[in-house]
């Protein structure tokens, strides 16, 4: 968050926020009425298989479609954990693993659908969630995401990711190739659980970007209300609504591990998944939070751009007041008629001048005593 007492030049701000340099990402609705809407296929394909236990570790990477080791890993040595992680995704593959390993194909279409809520699901020997892994573009100052799903089986956990090029797993990856690592010993379920805490756990630094942005809004009304800084109020209070429409699902997810009865689900798990409820929690109830902000910023814009207005009227209104005695004075010496007092004095001209600047001093001395400007 910006430090207490961090001055930002108003130009740095409004460059910062500056929503004509945005290219919008948005998210996808899925519309079940018109069915499940299929992505297109990745050109780019890594599958990258860990098979470990308390005595030994395996990594292998595989480039293409070849899922052959897959199986090998799964299907014929059962001694340990298998955590298959496909990059980039494509629709022969996704079909070949859920084929070998009696995956529904309903959980296949969740896999191979876009744009779909958060969610949990029971099917046979697996354990299915799908929820959203999303980062924080500095540049366009924009949310982007993509769609992870989880299969948790027996021995293995798979992961389905759509971007090869960035995930936040990173961290359970340099965990696993630590010799003697505890969580080496711990099962699949452990596993599911490290993958789903560490994507909440990203949601914060998702927050943390969005919180900085409303702080620098909050600079730029303060300093420069027009109509470009509503545009940027706009944006952000759009990109808090589609962070929160993502995040929000993800709770009943993390509900749905809690109260499954699944033997894939080790009791004493149970207290991680609860951590990760609570974490879910609070993500939810920050963005809320934030919501709340940037409506009051959009408040304090539009109390600004009345301040603004009140100001611009006040002038003009003294102005007006201050011209109008003079303009009365010289609409009188102005009639032609003949017989008028004073109309042919040597220096009428001069007096009535003099006159009129005195009464224009003496009401600016009285409206400044009067604090009315």
């Not at 409303?214 to 420069?224: P, S, T, Y």
């Amino acid at each position: 968050m910006i430090k207490p007492g961090r001055i930002l030049p108003i130009h740095d701000v409004l460059e910062t926020l500056n929503p004509f340099k945005v290219r919008k990402q948005r998210l996808m609705n899925y519309n079940p009425a018109k069915g499940p809407v299929t992505r297109k296929q990745s050109v780019c394909e890594k599958i990258t298989i860990f098979n470990y236990s308390s005595k030994h570790f395996e990594e292998q990477t595989v480039m293409g479609n070849d899922v052959e080791p897959v199986f090998h890993h799964i299907i014929d040595d059962n001694h340990g954990t298998v955590w298959v992680n496909v990059d980039g995704i494509n629709k022969e593959t996704v079909h070949d693993i859920c084929m070998r390993l009696n995956i529904h194909i309903l959980l296949e279409d969740d896999i191979m659908s876009v744009g779909q809520r958060a969610k949990m699901d029971e099917i046979g020997d697996h354990l299915f969630c799908l929820l959203p892994m999303m980062y924080f573009n500095s540049e366009t100052c924009t949310i982007e995401q993509e769609q992870v799903s989880i299969v948790l089986g027996k021995n293995f956990v798979i992961s389905f990711q759509e971007d090869a090029e960035r995930d936040v797993f990173n961290h359970i990856r340099d965990k696993l190739r630590i010799n003697h690592s505890r969580f080496r010993s711990v099962g699949s379920d452990y596993l599911c659980y490290s993958l789903l805490d560490v994507i909440v756990d990203s949601y914060y630094s998702i927050i943390e970007k969005l919180g900085e942005r409303i702080e620098l809004m909050e600079d730029a009304v303060q300093h420069q209300a027009n109509t470009r800084t509503q545009a940027r109020i706009n944006l952000l209070r759009r990109e808090l609504l589609l962070f929160k429409r993502a995040v929000a699902p993800v709770r009943e997810l993390v509900n749905g591990f809690l109260k499954s009865e699944s033997e894939l689900l080790e009791e004493r798990t149970t207290k991680y998944y609860k951590d990760v409820y609570d974490h879910i929690i609070q993500a939810n109830d920050l963005a809320e939070n934030y919501r709340d902000v940037i409506l009051t910023v959009q408040d304090l814009y539009h109390t600004q751009i009345n301040l603004k207005m009140n100001e611009i009227m006040k002038v003009l209104a003294v102005v007006t007041t201050l011209m109008a005695p003079l303009t009365f004075i010289a609409g009188i010496y102005g009639m032609n008629f003949d017989n008028m007092p004073e109309l042919h004095t040597k220096n009428g001209y001069y007096l009535t001048m003099l006159f009129m600047l005195i009464m224009l001093i003496g009401m600016i001395i009285f409206f400044r005593k009067k604090k009315w400007f």
